[in-house]
């Protein structure tokens, strides 16, 4: 028999076993312990919690309602340790052509970058292209009257990116504790 608590994480509820709990809150706190000192670090750590939540909601359903040890451990190797990307010496273009930080991209309407729907702000994303770019794509488009009908069906079809994973993917870079970094301290800085 294990013993079960609640959790609160990123404003959903989880059951964690105790011992992953012990083991979450170790990790969380080193992660707090790093970006204490750096003037993004609360937003850091809040959009950390918030893509460990959402791993946690991929690892539960009907038959399991309780996270373990197991489910901890594959969380953390996804992440990674804070103590990976300590070394300050690393400078940020290296840091940001690395391929370590870079995934498979996902396309999605942009939630940031948008005028109408996002469909032209997601496909600048997914591509590295400027959005104005394929806003005159689709105005051009629109004079042969097929821009409008393309354009609605990507708006339908496309998820919205609403997340702060789901941003990194669009744009992709893995969703590990380094990319959430420079992603929030580049946002930050701008």
Aim: glycine letters at 8%; one cysteine or more.
């Amino acid at each position: 028999m294990k013993i079960t608590e609640n959790i609160n994480l990123a404003g959903l509820i989880f059951t964690i076993d105790q011992d992953a709990l012990l083991k979450l809150q170790n990790y969380l706190n080193s992660i707090e312990r790093y970006f204490a000192i750096k003037e993004e670090g609360k937003e850091v750590v809040a959009d950390i919690e918030g893509r460990i939540a959402e791993l946690f909601e991929t690892k539960l359903n009907k038959s399991k309602e309780v996270i373990s040890i197991e489910d901890v451990n594959q969380i953390i190797g996804i992440m990674g340790m804070p103590e990976e990307f300590m070394n300050e010496a690393q400078t940020e273009s290296e840091r940001s052509a690395s391929y370590s930080e870079l995934g498979s991209k996902k396309l999605y309407r942009s939630a940031d970058d948008k005028v109408l729907g996002g469909v032209c702000g997601g496909l600048g994303a997914y591509f590295n292209i400027d959005p104005v770019i394929f806003r005159l794509i689709f105005v051009l488009a629109l004079l042969f009257s097929v821009g409008f009908l393309i354009y609605i069906i990507l708006w339908i079809v496309l998820p919205e990116a609403r997340t702060f994973a789901q941003k990194l993917e669009m744009k992709g870079y893995k969703v590990n504790i380094s990319s959430i970094h420079n992603n929030v301290k580049g946002s930050v800085s701008s």
